[in-house]
């Protein structure tokens, strides 16, 4: 085997078990009725799905259509446009202080989310290859929807065993998450310092630019803590799923693999930031 390969399956390893862990924290750390609580209102559903799963996408489709992008670079922006909300969205949302229950619940939303829109819309709009609706499906229940379960069912039917394991699956899921960046890094570096002059990060940046501003403005009426989870769950972007689909999509260009790799360091290096300054203006705010 050789070393890029290596470096591609380490990659699917760490993107996957930091998913998986990071959506098994989040099962184990709430209440289901404080898991719900953003499901339960109905505008914090509505943005989250309009944003996460129509408009978002439809952004996306558009920058294809104007931006010169090569067909399998447009492949990997539309994959990236439909897995918002990051397996450590309630990371970012503490450092935003912002409200840790709505990101449990925007996370729990678009994971079902995911399973029920992807596998519908996604074989529509990829081109050059040919995939079924299950066989995205398939990765998606097991990776999104499974962890999240488990967690849920330990946390009902043995509370103190949740308690107790879940600051090592916490541990655990942000070992995963380095290692998911700094295989991403080894495994497309080469990929993505060569996607130079292709527009793939010009078309990440404006795709990320446009859902970001657009959701935080449209969102005005919404209180700061909601705002705010509401932001960062749609520029934020699971990683796991991700590379979940293109795995799953028979005969995939290399180059649709670098433009989603380029795609989870940008979201990285812009979401913690912004989630950073978030927390600083609303400090302010309750001083």
Same mark, same amino acid.
């Not at 184990?28 to 404080?34: D, F, G, R, S, V």
């Not at 918002?84 to 409200?99: F, I, Q």
């Not at 935080?216 to 705010?228: D, I, L, M």
């Given at each position: 085997?050789?070393?890029?390969?290596?470096?591609? @399956?380490?990659?699917?390893?760490?993107?996957?078990?930091?998913?998986?862990?990071?959506?098994?924290?989040?099962? @184990?750390?709430?209440?289901?009725?404080?898991?719900?609580?953003?499901?339960?209102?109905?505008?914090?559903?509505?943005?989250?799905?309009?944003?996460?799963?129509?408009?978002?996408?439809?952004?996306?489709?558009?920058?294809?259509?104007?931006?010169?992008?090569?067909?399998?670079?447009? /492949?990997?922006?539309?994959?990236?446009?439909?897995?918002?909300?990051?397996?450590?969205?309630?990371?970012?949302?503490?450092?935003?202080?912002?409200?840790?229950?709505?990101?449990?619940?925007?996370?729990?939303?678009?994971?079902?989310?995911?399973?029920?829109?992807?596998?519908?819309?996604?074989?529509?709009?990829?081109?050059?290859?040919?995939?079924?609706?299950?066989?995205?499906?398939?990765?998606?229940?097991?990776?999104?929807?499974?962890?999240?379960?488990?967690?849920?069912?330990?946390?009902? /039917?043995?509370?103190?065993?949740? /308690?107790?394991?879940?600051?090592?699956?916490?541990?655990?899921?942000?070992?995963?998450?380095?290692?998911?960046?700094?295989?991403?890094?080894?495994?497309?570096?080469?990929?993505?310092?060569?996607?130079?002059?292709?527009?793939?990060?010009?078309?990440?940046?404006?795709?990320?630019?446009?859902?970001?501003?657009?959701?935080?403005?449209?969102?005005?009426?919404?209180?700061?803590?909601?705002?705010?989870?509401?932001?960062?769950?749609?520029?934020?972007? /699971?990683?796991?799923?991700?590379?979940?689909?293109?795995?799953?999509?028979?005969?995939?260009?290399?180059?649709?693999?670098?433009?989603?790799?380029?795609?989870?360091?940008?979201?990285?290096?812009?979401?913690?930031?912004?989630?950073?300054?978030?927390?600083?203006?609303?400090?302010?705010?309750?001083?």
């Amino acid at each position: 085997m050789e070393l890029g390969e290596i470096l591609f @399956l380490a990659l699917k390893i760490f993107a996957t078990a930091a998913t998986f862990l990071s959506l098994l924290d989040i099962g @184990l750390q709430l209440e289901m009725k404080e898991t719900i609580v953003g499901i339960r209102n109905p505008r914090f559903t509505l943005f989250t799905l309009f944003w996460g799963f129509i408009l978002g996408p439809a952004i996306a489709y558009l920058l294809t259509l104007v931006l010169p992008l090569s067909t399998h670079y447009a /492949n990997g922006l539309l994959i990236m446009s439909f897995v918002p909300g990051a397996a450590y969205l309630a990371m970012l949302t503490e450092r935003a202080k912002g409200d840790v229950r709505y990101s449990a619940s925007f996370v729990l939303l678009t994971s079902f989310a995911m399973v029920f829109f992807i596998p519908l819309a996604l074989p529509l709009m990829i081109s050059g290859v040919s995939v079924t609706s299950w066989d995205i499906a398939k990765p998606l229940l097991m990776l999104v929807l499974l962890p999240l379960l488990i967690g849920i069912f330990t946390r009902k /039917n043995w509370l103190d065993s949740a /308690n107790r394991w879940r600051p090592l699956v916490k541990k655990l899921a942000s070992v995963a998450l380095f290692g998911a960046l700094a295989t991403t890094i080894a495994s497309f570096g080469s990929g993505i310092v060569l996607s130079a002059g292709s527009f793939a990060l010009a078309s990440l940046l404006l795709f990320y630019l446009l859902v970001t501003a657009g959701t935080w403005y449209s969102s005005y009426k919404f209180p700061f803590e909601q705002r705010s989870v509401l932001t960062l769950g749609i520029l934020s972007r /699971n990683s796991g799923p991700a590379v979940a689909i293109a795995v799953s999509i028979p005969d995939l260009a290399s180059e649709t693999f670098v433009l989603i790799g380029l795609g989870i360091i940008v979201q990285v290096a812009m979401s913690f930031p912004l989630a950073k300054r978030g927390g600083r203006k609303r400090g302010k705010q309750l001083i």
